[in-house]
């Protein structure tokens, strides 16, 4: 069905296809292809035989192909019909006809959507059957996945493969592209791997595990993150006691709810949760980005709840924003600009009576990171937004880790960038863990957390669970505690407490 | 190094050459559509201006720049200060207020009266700073409606402190003393005219080496062009948000202040009802052509002088009115907006390309393995 100078894919009507990569390995740009956001230089795409030329999403709506994008495109305030007939008014209006439809869709593919729900008070699940029905009801037969389980806790994650399994045997057609390769290998009928922006091999599931598979999408053995022998001490580095965020508005409920932890000197403390209950809020309460209602903040027995960030970053505070784009970068500005990012009152940037910036200084540490921290430029002076994700993350972590600090609040350090970099990234964390740092590591990747931390809690809506012991935990408890369930519900699956590998 | 240099020299200018062309091409339309003698407006603004012409384009020019030099500040912090209008207003009144008493003697008297002026146009933007910081209001709201205060306002003030000029109906505050005067720049030893530029042309470069300095080179600037930039990142990384957008805000003001000073010590030697108006709006335009660079602002500058200049004669050469200028500029304006969108983000297509490349080629003569030592 596609077919591209560089790769070759043919997906049969029926199925559920795989397409996994690295970040970078030119997976989005096929997906872009496919919907018509980019041109291709050469080659055709055909769909039944049919060759077209996608301009436009208009045009991919047209043929039938349909894209579920990663973040969703929903407003909140309005219900699942608003959002479902918007911008498609024409197919079936706005009334009763278009509600029939959607509940059609839905009866038909077991998605469970009432459209008169608001979509404010559905769940994550939810509202990724709204996008999927979204794209139904604009006529699609081709659907394309973009990493759909990145946002889902493990539960949600089998159901959304139920649904798969219905489109499918509705005659639909699932294109899949994931990192996630114990989950590829569980829905898919055929699996492409794509490195370097060419297909390296299409393979069936049965005939591959989820090592070999990485291999092929890295192109050489890869580690896996495990703990080695604890290093903790007793000496205490970070303490929240009694921490709280009051809500936006008065009668919304906390963002922070009574958090109290404790991290000591080597040891990482990995805090698991569906996205969205607290956790981006309780690192931007240690880096002193919003300030707690209640509690304080304690880093080795100085109080430095109400310090600015700057004070806090200087006290020795290293940060790996979980949204590098927005909180780590500036992506206009070039790669040695952006290791003073963070660091401006330290050196090397600080200059002469630190008014002036030493540029060449910076520049000259900038260089050093890019050696020791391997970021793949060609100079140090192309912008931020030229590098993969996985090098601005390596970059971000050369430019923390070199100015020693105590505590390191890493969330989600490996969203995002490539198997190379990842291995890479866990090595980094390991190291600082070794060096005698505290580590906060906030993550959705439970393999990460089981491999890397030391002890496990779970975050939901702003309240901190117990301790987990990440030798023993299964995915499934954490699962569980996740999403607050309590009593065994999930039925437990083989497969799924396999602790995969990436 | 140098070959990204002159990639990004070739960039910079591609955008605001494109908007001229562009602006030159739609008001060739326009004429052709109003039947206008198309040959004859375009040979007057096109021709070589006289010796004398030349000297008041320069004279605009420096008016120009240190007004868009004034909104280039917000703009590098993403704010929008629409009110160097009235900034400068405020505070050519006040330093001409100041000086006309002559308390002070000479040169002292100009300079403590240019930093009266810098200090009312800072407290005058510092409104809308406070408010922005405070309340939340959009410094593009405030600064309109304190431009419609500050013209109000100082001709409320003109009225009570006016000086009465015998035989004549204008109202100004009171002439400046002989010694505060600046004296003009003569240049016939390079153009044969009397005509003199400004002296206080020295002032506009100085904003402009202080402006460039400022940003590039100091920890204060790194981090208002990163608040700019980013206003998350910058957050993360320490800065002070409410503080940077008070004090951007306060030192835009104080540029925007020293707008009316080369024409209150160079030319009228006192504010009156007859001052000069849309400078500030001539700023902005003058700053998004410039690129919010301090070379290019001054381009920028001089073509808006040259074109002001050269659009005296239409009327009388091709029978078109003089306003046509400023449909000129206003299209090259919008033009430029969308010229520079377009050339950021072929650049940064070409930029990640280029990296992509590069690393390919790296990769294929020595193949790197991946990871560090776990």
């Not at chain 1, 077919?3 to 397409?19: P, Q, W």
């Not at chain 2, 030319?267 to 902005?284: N, R």
């Not at chain 2, 052509?289 to 602002?297: F, Q």
């Amino acid at each position: 069905m596609v077919a591209n100078k560089d790769v070759e894919i043919s997906v049969a009507r029926g199925t559920v296809h795989a397409i996994v990569g690295e970040n970078g390995a030119g997976k989005s740009t096929l997906m872009k292809i496919l919907y018509g956001v980019q041109q291709p230089d050469e080659g055709t795409i055909a769909v039944d035989g049919t060759v077209l030329s996608l301009r436009s999403p208009t045009d991919a709506i047209r043929a039938g192909i349909g894209m579920v994008f990663q973040h969703f495109m929903l407003a909140d305030n309005l219900t699942v019909l608003e959002n479902v007939v918007l911008g498609a008014e024409k197919r079936h209006g706005i009334g009763d006809a278009a509600r029939a439809e959607i509940s059609r869709i839905s009866a038909s593919y077991g998605l469970g959507v009432d459209p008169d729900d608001l979509v404010a008070d559905l769940g994550v699940g939810q509202r990724q059957r709204i996008e999927i029905l979204k794209v139904l009801y604009r006529g699609a037969h081709i659907l394309i996945l973009d990493e759909p389980t990145a946002v889902l806790v493990p539960q949600e994650v089998d159901e959304l493969f139920g649904n798969l399994a219905a489109l499918k045997a509705e005659g639909l057609t699932v294109i899949f592209i994931s990192h996630k390769l114990d989950e590829v290998l569980k829905v898919a009928d055929e699996i492409t791997v794509i490195r370097r922006g060419t297909t390296v091999r299409t393979v069936k599931p049965a005939t591959v595990n989820a090592r070999q598979l990485a291999e092929l999408m890295v192109g050489s053995e890869l580690p896996s993150p495990s703990t080695e022998e604890s290093t903790v001490t007793d000496r205490v580095l970070l303490t929240l006691e009694h921490v709280a965020l009051a809500g936006a508005a008065t009668g919304n409920r906390a963002l922070l709810d009574d958090i109290s932890l404790t991290i000591h000197a080597g040891e990482v403390l990995g805090i698991a949760g569906v996205e969205g209950n607290g956790q981006a809020e309780l690192v931007e309460v240690v880096m002193g980005m919003r300030d707690a209602s209640a509690g304080t903040v304690k880093l080795e027995g100085t109080d430095i709840t109400d310090w600015p960030v700057r004070e806090i970053r200087e006290a020795g505070v290293g940060y790996i924003p979980e949204d590098r784009q927005r909180h780590g970068m500036l992506l206009e500005a070039p790669l040695w600009e952006n290791v003073m990012l963070g660091h401006q009152t330290q050196k090397p940037a600080l200059g002469a009576g630190g008014v002036l910036v030493d540029a060449r200084a910076v520049q000259r540490e900038t260089e050093e990171i890019v050696r020791d921290y391997d970021v793949r430029t060609p100079s140090i002076f192309v912008t931020g937004e030229s590098l993969s994700g996985g090098n601005q993350q390596k970059l971000i972590i050369g430019r923390e880790m070199r100015q020693h600090p105590r505590v390191l609040l890493a969330a989600h350090p490996t969203r995002g960038v490539d198997v190379g970099a990842q291995a890479a990234i866990w090595g980094y964390i390991k190291q600082a863990r070794r060096d005698g740092l505290a580590v906060l590591l906030v993550s959705a990747e439970l393999d990460e957390l089981i491999g890397l931390s030391d002890t496990i809690r779970v975050m939901l809506r702003g309240a901190l669970s117990g301790h987990f012991d990440p030798d023993t935990v299964t995915r499934e408890e954490l699962g569980s505690a996740m999403t607050g369930a309590t009593g065994p519900d999930a039925p437990a699956d083989p497969t799924t407490s396999e602790k995969g590998l990436v | 190094m140098k070959r990204l240099d002159w990639r990004r020299a070739g960039l910079g200018l591609a955008a605001p050459v494109l908007a001229v062309v562009v602006a030159f091409v739609v008001t060739t339309a326009i004429l052709l559509l109003a039947q206008d003698p198309v040959g004859a407006v375009w040979g007057q603004l096109l021709k070589v201006p006289l010796p004398r012409q030349l000297v008041a384009v320069f004279n605009a020019a420096t008016v120009y720049y240190i007004s868009a030099v004034a909104v280039a500040i917000g703009f590098r912090m993403n704010l929008f200060n629409i009110g160097v209008d009235g900034q400068y207003r405020v505070a050519s009144f006040a330093a001409a207020v100041f000086a006309g008493q002559g308390w002070l003697p000479g040169w002292l008297n100009i300079i403590v009266a240019l930093l009266v002026a810098m200090a009312s146009g800072a407290v005058w933007a510092g409104i809308a700073g406070l408010l922005k910081v405070g309340r939340g209001v959009s410094e593009v709201i405030s600064t309109i409606m304190l431009n419609a205060i500050a013209t109000y306002l100082v001709s409320f003030l003109l009225g009570k402190t006016a000086v009465k000029v015998q035989g004549s109906n204008a109202t100004s505050t009171k002439s400046l003393p002989a010694d505060s005067r600046v004296p003009g720049i003569s240049v016939d030893g390079m153009l044969a005219t009397p005509s003199k530029v400004y002296g206080l042309i020295v002032l506009a470069a100085v904003v402009g080496f202080v402006y460039w300095f400022v940003l590039e080179k100091t920890r204060f600037g790194f981090d208002l062009r990163a608040t700019g930039r980013s206003e998350t990142a910058a957050v993360a990384s320490g800065v002070n948000v409410k503080r940077m957008v008070l004090t951007s805000m306060l030192l835009s003001g104080a540029a925007a202040g020293l707008v009316g000073m080369p024409l209150l010590f160079g030319q009228d030697y006192l504010y009156g009802d007859t001052v000069q108006s849309g400078l500030g709006f001539a700023g902005i335009a003058i700053a998004l052509l410039g690129r919010n660079h301090p070379i290019g602002i001054a381009f920028a500058a001089l073509l808006w002088g040259y074109l002001d200049q050269q659009s005296n004669g239409l009327q009388i050469a091709a029978g078109v009115s003089d306003r046509l200028v400023l449909v000129i500029q206003g299209v090259i304006v919008l033009s430029v907006v969308i010229a520079y969108e377009l050339v950021r983000r072929a650049g940064i297509r070409m930029e990640q390309r280029r990296v992509a490349r590069q690393l390919a080629a790296g990769d294929a003569v020595a193949p790197v393995t991946e990871g560090a030592a776990v």
